[in-house]
């Protein structure tokens, strides 16, 4: 009987095999038609500002509604673009739809825009972030890039230089999901980052204090080179609570606000809402 199971799952094993090549180079194609536009979507994130508990920028987040298989995550697509190449003319794309949105807020409210490592390496960067921002009319000071710790693992110089170009057109540069990967803290020693976002583990870890006390060293680097720290991932009241007591300046998760097609409608009512201790 286990010889017959083996059996079967073997063969299982071969066609899900070819089935995901298949499935892989139909979505490829498929990933051609997305970078022209068509059927990239953004939905927007609330980040708030924990002490003013407003919201202080919205995160554009990818979505692929594909026509037969609806919402396709970012996880799957982005990854899918960068082994492509066509991360580039997406990231483009994602960058001009997300700035000309944000013109539609009040011009306090900030956008953030995650970054490919591929995109950071392109020397051109910095030149297509101005263009896009002169083509919508955004003001550099309102974007916010979101570049992942991991894309500094190697050509630091190349890269030091290209974030000081966008640091120029007044852009500010957030660590994304900082805590994960290959965290090391000389990244932060030679970058200047305007934000750290804590990746959302340690926050749903908590109350564990060696969660709390990572969070608490965090804040202590963040303040000697003056880096805002933003908490993703927060849930429930009670790790508001907790992050907000901690001294954490920005906060975003599902209990702030999920992300949303349109992103003012949706979110929390700041004044009556954001009831915290
Ligand atoms: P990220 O930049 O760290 O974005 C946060 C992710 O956590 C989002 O997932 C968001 O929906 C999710 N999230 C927010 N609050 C909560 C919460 O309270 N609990 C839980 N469990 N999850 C929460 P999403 O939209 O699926 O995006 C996943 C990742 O894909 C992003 O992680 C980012 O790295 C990447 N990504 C998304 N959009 C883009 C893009 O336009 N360009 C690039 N290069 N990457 C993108
Ligand atoms: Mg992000
Ligand atoms: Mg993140
Ligand atoms: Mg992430």
Redesign the pocket.
């Known amino acids: 009987r286990a010889k017959a199971l083996g059996r079967c799952q073997h063969k299982l094993f071969d066609t899900d095999l070819s089935y995901e090549i298949l499935e892989r180079a139909e979505l490829v194609a498929a990933l051609h038609r997305l970078v022209e536009g068509d059927g990239l979507l953004l ?1 927007y ?1 609330p980040i708030y500002g924990i002490h003013a508990r407003k919201v202080q920028s919205y ?4 979505r692929w509604n594909h026509p037969e298989r609806g919402m396709i ?3 799957v697509f ?1 990854r899918l673009a960068e082994e492509t190449g066509l ?1 580039h003319q997406l ?1 483009e794309r ?1 960058l001009h739809l997300a700035c000309s949105e944000a013109l539609n807020w009040p011009a306090h409210i900030n956008v953030s ?4 490592p591929l995109q950071l390496k392109n020397r051109k960067f910095p030149e297509i972030v101005k263009n896009v921002l002169e083509k919508t009319g955004l003001n550099g000071a309102r974007l916010e890039v ?1 570049i ?1 710790e991991s894309v500094l693992m190697d050509e630091y110089e190349h890269k030091n230089v290209i974030l000081n170009e966008l640091k120029a057109l007044g852009c500010k540069i957030s660590m ?2 900082f805590g994960t990967g290959y965290s090391s803290l000389s990244y932060l020693w030679k970058f200047s980052f305007d934000k750290i976002k804590i990746d ?1 583990s340690f926050i749903q870890a908590l109350p564990d204090p060696t969660a709390k006390e990572i969070i608490q060293a965090i804040l202590g680097i963040a303040s000697i080179r003056a880096m805002t720290v933003t908490v ?4 429930t009241a009670a790790q508001l609570q907790m992050v907000s007591n901690m001294g954490c300046s920005e906060a ?4 702030l606000g999920r ?1 949303q097609q349109q992103a003012i409608a949706g979110t929390r009512d700041t004044e009556t809402a954001l009831v915290w201790e």
């Open positions: 939905h994130q995160e554009a987040l990818a995550p970012p996880d982005i991360i990231g994602i825009v995650n970054v490919s979101e992942t994304d999901d959302r993703e991932g927060v849930e975003q998760g599902y209990y992300p």
